[in-house]
Nanobody, 117 residues
Framework: QVRLVESGGGLVQAGGSLRLSCTAS????????MGWYRQAPGKQRELAATITSGSSTDYADSLKGRFTISRDNAKNTVYLQMNNLKPEDTAVYYC???????????WGQGTQVTVAS
């Protein structure tokens, strides 16, 4: 069973930065895509950012220029650098991975990010 373990969440003031980490229990080269989703209270889970095995990235429009997703294959870890955080970024952030074959999806347990105004 593949495990994704997130870390790095917490409480930060508006305008501050946090870096989330997601470490997989197997080589992340076995995933076609990894990414971060977030879910704010009372809202649906939404895409924040994704990165492919070839390091192509994609972001939610509202996050472009503030968030950066990256990966370290040697550490089996994907990161989400979040800068200039806003109160509306407050959410539980979930790590996601899609296996190459079979194309199973995996989720982490989530990490809370709270941005105080």
């Amino acid at each position: 069973q593949v495990r994704l373990v997130e870390s790095g969440g917490g409480l930060v003031q508006a305008g501050g930065s946090l870096r989330l980490s997601c470490t997989a229990s197997k080589s992340i080269l076995g995933f076609s895509t990894m990414g971060w989703y977030r879910q704010a209270p009372g809202k649906q889970r939404e895409l924040a950012a994704t990165i492919t095995s070839g390091s192509s990235t994609d972001y939610a429009d509202s996050l472009k220029g503030r968030f950066t997703i990256s990966r370290d294959n040697a550490k089996n870890t994907v990161y989400l650098q979040m800068n200039n955080l806003k109160p509306e970024d407050t959410a539980v952030y979930y790590c996601y991975a899609r296996n190459r074959w079979p194309s199973d999806d995996y989720w982490g347990q989530g990490t809370q990010v709270t941005v105080a105004s």
